[in-house]
């Protein structure tokens, strides 16, 4: 079973890569053989978080497929109410997890503003999502340190970045590899032998990534069956608060 933690809804304004509708994500994932798909809004990335996370609610509330991942602020300003607040409307909207995009929201993930949600969040049992261009690798590790119940999956790789990722890995027990665009060659498999298949979590990045990569880059590794099944989504089922499950 492929559970895809990295997928959007919403019109993408950038380029052309679809409506974002339920309708094309659906049937996407049907295409890919993906049997569920937490789901973020593209208005909660590129506009305003709060608004964002409520229309993804509404969306998503007749479909089982489809589970809703939040995106954070720092509670410093209000905007998504303070992190008790935050995380209570999540739980009750069922929200299986958190994004994060500092660098594109002009915080420090890692600093003091962010403490508290992340803390929040923590204690939720809500692993939190965050790409790599997003955030420094000792920022990164400063976080899953400062917070070692919150498991962090790190995503969009892209080439070259396994040397940076490894020490990290290494170090902590709470940071996991997103799938998506993950471009090393070979680098699924290496990881796989070195920190175990339960430190990768499958996701595609769709609609903004062809999710034909990760599925192929999965299907075609050079990997046992169980491998395989744990990254396909047992990793992520594993992170997910156990009423998510």
Do not use: K
């Amino acid at each position: 079973m492929l559970i895809d933690a990295d997928a959007m809804l919403g019109r993408y304004p950038r380029r052309d890569v679809g409506t974002g509708s339920i309708t094309e994500a659906l049937a996407r994932m049907d295409r890919f053989g993906i049997a569920e798909a937490m789901v973020s809004h593209t208005l909660s990335w590129l506009h305003d978080p709060a608004t964002g996370n409520r229309e993804l609610l509404d969306l998503v509330a007749d479909e089982p497929r489809l589970h809703p991942c939040w995106v954070m602020l720092p509670d410093t300003c209000g905007e998504t109410g303070t992190a008790a607040e935050f995380v209570a409307a999540a739980l009750d909207g069922g929200v299986r997890a958190v994004r994060a995009y500092p660098a594109d929201h002009g915080y420090d993930l890692a600093g003091r503003d962010a403490a508290a949600m992340l803390g929040a969040i923590a204690e939720a049992g809500l692993p939190l999502l965050v790409d790599a261009p997003q955030l420094g690798w000792p920022a990164l590790e400063s976080v899953a340190a400062r917070h070692p119940g919150l498991p962090v999956v790190i995503g969009g790789l892209g080439y070259r970045l396994l040397r940076q990722a490894a020490g990290v890995l290494a170090r902590t027990d709470n940071v996991y590899i997103g799938l998506a665009n993950l471009s090393s060659h070979c680098g699924l498999e290496w990881l796989v032998e070195r920190y175990g298949a339960d430190r990768v979590v499958f996701g595609t990045g769709a609609p903004l990534r062809d999710p034909a990569e990760a599925v192929t880059r999965l299907m075609w590794a050079e990997l046992d069956d169980d491998a395989v099944a744990t990254i396909g989504s047992g990793t992520l089922l594993g992170l997910l608060p156990l009423a998510a499950r």
